[in-house]
């Protein structure tokens, strides 16, 4: 438990990769939405920066460090939420990683590092999380897909893959434990303008923006901030009836 940590009867929302992007957008949303924080993530001084964030507008938090592509990560987390915080009703898996290429230039330890995050750590912490939320009589999933869970993109065989896995899994789940009051929803968002977008590319982060928009028919690459703000929704009692979806925050992509 850290130093930060609280036994609140409130809200507990435990974030993976919550140390940058949108996962660190959802840790702050949810926050400011009153949830205690467990802020998951693999580099500590990133994470406590975040929790020092939260606690300093008046939040709760507490860190549960380690990797989601570690077998053990998912219950090691939920265990550190109802240690620190008394309980567990939101989980959103935004830990994630990527790999730009096609099949041919996809190693086997590439294939395999995307898929033990971006699969293997959903699944495993989403299991890990449905029995604490049975325990306080139901809760939300967020899984962090993507428009490549949805349709086609070059150069990204394996992240497609991996989010495709993910859009499908939220649905499974969804019907599995709509009668515990378990929802399971996914956002898929699009171009986002966090680290991840720029990531494994030469261009400047000009070019990454310029070369995005023409597909977006809004005409515009949103922060990820805007993405948390339906993670926060889907979290929320307000979508007390939707289960079993995937989002799209795309400006309009996959409408095309």
């Known amino acids: 438990m850290s130093e930060q940590a609280a036994t609140t ?94 099949a041919e230039g996809t190693s086997d330890d590439e294939w395999h590092r995307v898929m033990s995050t971006n699969v293997d750590g959903v699944f495993r912490t989403s299991r890990a999380a449905v029995p604490a939320m049975r325990a306080v009589g139901g809760g939300a999933i967020v899984n962090i897909s993507s428009t490549c869970g949805l349709v086609g993109n070059p150069s990204l065989v ?33 171009a986002v303008d966090t680290d991840m977008l720029y990531s494994e590319r030469d261009d400047s982060s000009e070019e990454v923006l310029a070369m995005n928009l023409p597909s977006i028919p809004e005409g515009r690459v949103p922060a990820g901030e805007e993405i948390a703000h339906v993670v926060s929704f889907l979290a929320d009692e307000r979508s007390r009836h939707v289960n079993g979806a995937n989002v799209s925050v795309d400006g309009g992509f996959t409408a095309q």
Do not use: Q, W
């Open 9 to 102: 009867g409130g809200r507990v929302a435990l974030v993976t990769g919550a140390t940058s992007g949108i996962g660190r957008a959802c840790a702050l949303r949810l926050a400011a939405d009153g949830f205690a924080v467990v802020v998951g993530g693999r580099n500590e001084g990133r994470a406590t920066t975040v929790v020092h964030e939260i606690v300093a507008k008046g939040g709760k938090a507490s860190t549960a460090l380690g990797d989601v592509a570690d077998p053990a990560y998912g219950d090691a987390a939920v265990a550190t939420a109802v240690a620190d915080h008394g309980r567990l009703d939101v989980l959103v898996n935004a830990a994630g990683v990527i790999t730009r290429a096609d």
């Open 158 to 190: 394996a992240y497609c893959a991996s989010k495709a896995a993910v859009s499908n899994m939220t649905r499974a789940m969804a019907l599995d434990h709509a009668a515990e009051g378990i929802r399971v929803n996914a956002v898929c968002p699009g």
